[in-house]
T-cell receptor
Framework: DVKVTQSSRYLVKRTGEKVFLECVQDMDHENMFWYRQDPGLGLRLIYFSYDVKMKEKGDIPEGYSVSREKKERFSLILESASTNQTSMYLC?????????????FGNGTRLTVT | GDSVTQMEGPVTLSEEAFLTINCTYTATGYPSLFWYVQYPGEGLQLLLKATKADDKGSNKGFEATYRKETTSFHLEKGSVQVSDSAVYFCALLYGGATNKLIFGTGTLLAVQP
């Protein structure tokens, strides 16, 4: 069974801090994704990666960056955390073939920026 | 651009009631459509999918039919249980090999005994 593990369940950070959210998957998936989930807005794609060292912006990349140095690990970085980045962050992975392969999600990291 | 619209919740039902959660989409071409479910405290799980018009996805008693003529993918279940209480997300595949999904805003279902 595919396992997507997010390193922290809850995080509390101060405004201006640099924050790292880590995600690891164990099924050799090519694609990895970072979403944020907010009430009334659903899930919005921040960044995704379709291969090691490859990344593309999603719909809301401002204030975030990502790193994928190894296939199994995809990190989300908040360069200078702000209160409007308080949210639930979900990592996901999937195969690139066949098309329409399902996304497998981690359990989420709830980040609070004070 | 491509988008998904689903009914707002919360939807509150008694056990064994019939469930419908509406989902409509706007997309160019022929997207694949999905329903994901999020149980309390967990990440999202794929519930069912349909990849072309008139396909019916089904799983755990839930069904949804890909209706191209009405651009809809409504989720139904004949008899809900308390354990079905969760948030349900409709989604469409953005396209290409990267499997980017566009999600609706989610519908909270609360089933009472």
């Amino acid at each position: 069974d595919v396992k997507v593990t997010q390193s922290s369940r809850y995080l509390v950070k101060r405004t201006g801090e640099k924050v790292f959210l880590e995600c690891v998957q164990d099924m050799d998936h090519e694609n990895m994704f970072w979403y944020r989930q907010d009430p009334g807005l659903g899930l919005r794609l921040i960044y995704f990666s379709y291969d090691v060292k490859m990344k593309e912006k999603g719909d809301i990349p401002e204030g975030y960056s990502v790193s994928r140095e190894k296939k199994e690990r995809f990190s989300l970085i908040l360069e200078s955390a702000s209160t409007n980045q308080t949210s639930m962050y979900l990592c996901a992975s999937s195969l690139s073939r066949p098309n329409a392969s399902p996304l497998h999600f981690g359990n989420g990291t709830r980040l609070t920026v004070t | 651009g491509d988008s998904v619209t689903q009914m707002e919740g919360p939807v509150t039902l008694s056990e064994e009631a019939f469930l419908t959660i509406n989902c409509t989409y706007t997309a160019t071409g022929y997207p694949s459509l999905f329903w994901y479910v999020q149980y309390p405290g967990e990440g999202l799980q794929l519930l069912l999918k349909a990849t072309k018009a008139d396909d019916k996805g089904s799983n755990k008693g839930f069904e949804a039919t890909y209706r191209k003529e009405t651009t809809s993918f409504h989720l139904e279940k004949g008899s809900v249980q308390v354990s079905d209480s969760a948030v349900y997300f409709c989604a469409l595949l953005y396209g290409g090999a990267t499997n980017k999904l566009i999600f609706g805003t989610g519908t909270l279902l609360a089933v009472q005994p």
